[in-house]
Structures are given as structure tokens and as C-alpha cells.
């Protein structure tokens, strides 16, 4: 992985991303940093343009979004032209909100409504993903997981992969494996660390200063062509910039080639 491929998801300072104030010091303070990139979420209504404007003043790269999922499934076109307004090319699907799935149709419903938003997106030049959390790897009936078959049913020129290391590892999957068997359908990854105390409680952690094997992960990633390695915290346990500066600098020593 190299340092330009570096990429900071918002959500993680989404308290610092209200206005458009907010996310001007907000761009300067990642940059400083050193991140090179950032996936746009969890930011303030905001208008596109502006958007624009203040990461490029940055030097940042705006490489991926999240949108909401709702508008994905069933306004695909607002999610285009908001897309082909910032400029990039990568989104996911962030959550299934409001879907049960121990329901079989909603499951079936859902895999159906991704695999044609992405054939959209995809004839507009553009890139759907699907971002897990835990529930995704719930088994029913003692079947396929439900990622498997979300992967399985759809096609990969539909629907791509924004696996998210943390939530991988706390459905009880082994991320390493799972970058792998995504290998050539996964153009982005969350690095998310996964830490467990003398206790056994889990936390979220900046990237080092968990249990997950992140030299593996990347060598996975970068063997099956991964472009934007995008470092999320969901919380942080004091300032989310310091946790995302303990980040890069683990990243940038350990992990940079």
C-alpha cells in the first residue's frame, strides 16, 4: 500500500463535520496529519460543490461516499447525480436499515434491489459497494451467512465489496480470509481495529493497538488489486484526531512500502 491510497472515512469526525465551516478545519487537520484522501460520510448538509471545493483546496482526494441506503435501492438517480457532482466513482451501501434479516423475502428483496442499483450505478460509470457490520454474518437455518449470499447473488460488476476489518472479526469471520476470497472485487477496505481487554470486553482501536493482523490484511488487499484503504473508529476514546494521527503513524511505519 502506498501513502497516496490512504484515505480517512468521515464518519469518524462526523461530530467536526456539521457545516462547511466544520469541515474546512476539519480538511486542514486531516491533511496535516498526513492522510492524502478521505470517504465522504456522515458530514452536514453540505452542497456538493462546496464539498468539492474545500477538500480540493486541502489537497485531499475525495475517493469514496457512503449514501443513504434508502436512496440507493429506490432513488438510484439522486445517488448518480450527487456521485457524478463530488467527482468520484466509489459509494456503498452503508446498513441494512429496517430490514429483518431472519425475514427470507426482505433478504431476497434486498439482494435483488442491490444487484439492480448497481447495474446503474455501473452504466453511469460508477461503483457500487456493500459495507458489512456483524448481523451480516448471521446464519439462518444453519445455511450460508447472509454476506455469502449477498456475494453470491449478485454479480460482481454490480456489486463490489467495502469490507470493514472490525466488524469481520466481531461476526466471528476471519478478515483476513474474507479479503481474500474478495480478491478482484474489493476496489476499497475499512481498516478497523478490533480490541479485546484483560476482561474480555470489546472496543474499537486505532489501527496497532488492537488484535488484527493488519500486515496480512494489506498483503490480501494489494494482491487482489484493493485501491483506497480507508481508516474508520466509530469512537475514539478521546480527541478522534489523535486516534486518527495514532493511526497513520502506525500505518505509515509499519504497513507503508
Known amino acids: 500500500m502506498q501513502l497516496s491510497q490512504l484515505a480517512v472515512q468521515l464518519y469518524t469526525l462526523r ?37 468539492v471545493a474545500i477538500l480540493r483546496g486541502e489537497g485531499l482526494t475525495l475517493c469514496a461516499t457512503h449514501e443513504s441506503g434508502q436512496n440507493i435501492l429506490d432513488n438510484t438517480q439522486m445517488v448518480i447525480d450527487r456521485l457524478h457532482a463530488l467527482g468520484t466513482q466509489l459509494t456503498a451501501y452503508p446498513y441494512p436499515n429496517g430490514i429483518d434479516l431472519s425475514d427470507g423475502e426482505q433478504v431476497n428483496t434486498l ?3 442491490l444487484d439492480i442499483a448497481g447495474a446503474k450505478l455501473r452504466e453511469a460509470g460508477l461503483t ?28 460482481p460488476h454490480n456489486l463490489v465489496a467495502e469490507l470493514d476489518t472490525y466488524w469481520v472479526q466481531c461476526g466471528g469471520g476471519s478478515p483476513v480470509e474474507w479479503v481474500r ?15 479485546v481487554d484483560a476482561h474480555g470486553a470489546v472496543s474499537y482501536a486505532e489501527i496497532g493497538a488492537g488484535q488484527l493482523p493488519f500486515a496480512q490484511i494489506i498483503a490480501e488487499a494489494e494482491a487482489g488489486g484493493c485501491k483506497w484503504s480507508i481508516v474508520e473508529q466509530d469512537t475514539c476514546p478521546a480527541d478522534p484526531f489523535d486516534s486518527l494521527r495514532q493511526s497513520f503513524d502506525y500505518i505509515k511505519t509499519h504497513l507503508i512500502r
Open 128 to 155: 457500487l459497494g456493500y459495507h458489512n457490520h456483524a448481523l451480516e454474518f448471521y446464519r439462518p437455518g444453519g445455511g450460508p451467512c447472509i454476506l455469502d449470499r449477498i456475494y453470491a447473488e449478485t454479480s
Open 111 to 113: 439482494i435483488r434491489k
Open 15 to 51: 461530530d467536526h463535520c456539521k457545516t462547511a465551516a466544520d469541515l474546512a478545519t476539519t480538511a486542514k487537520k486531516v491533511r496535516a496529519i498526513g492522510y492524502q484522501a478521505v470517504q465522504v460520510s456522515g458530514v452536514g448538509p453540505i452542497p456538493e460543490a462546496e464539498i
Open 181 to 195: 476470497r474478495m480478491r478482484g472485487r474489493m476496489p476499497f477496505i475499512h481498516l478497523k481495529d478490533y480490541r
